[in-house]
Nanobody, 118 residues
Framework: QVQLMESGGGLVQAGGSLRLSCAASGSIFIINDMEWYWYRQAQGKQRELVAFITRGDSANYADSMKGRFTISRDNAKKNTVYLQMNSLKPEDTAVYYC?????????WGQGTPVTVSS
């Protein structure tokens, strides 16, 4: 089993930056073979995919995040993935969730809130 824990959310002004972290704990065998995703859910809206990184470190983004967000894996700490968010907009306000697939099981974190003020 694996547990995911997000951190790094908070309040930021429009145009600012935040870096979210997602740390996994549990089975090292599963963690080393995971694909990682970031989703977000704004109030009153459906959860949407933000970005994901494959086992081969290929990063992929939703169109509205391209050029502003960067997903990366910590190659030293194999159990941590980051989401660097730049040029934040008020419409980026949401709860951001870490998600991972490993060993055929889907894991979710509890979410970290991001609020972007105008």
């Amino acid at each position: 089993q694996v547990q995911l824990m997000e951190s790094g959310g908070g309040l930021v002004q429009a145009g600012g930056s935040l870096r979210l972290s997602c740390a996994a704990s549990g089975s090292i065998f599963i963690i080393n073979d995971m694909e990682w995703y970031w989703y977000r859910q704004a109030q009153g809206k459906q959860r949407e995919l933000v970005a994901f990184i494959t086992r081969g470190d290929s990063a992929n983004y939703a169109d509205s995040m391209k050029g502003r967000f960067t997903i990366s894996r910590d190659n030293a700490k194999k159990n941590t993935v980051y989401l660097q968010m730049n040029s934040l907009k008020p419409e980026d306000t949401a709860v951001y969730y870490c998600n991972a697939w490993g060993g055929g099981i889907n894991y979710w974190g509890q979410g970290t809130p991001v609020t972007v003020s105008s």
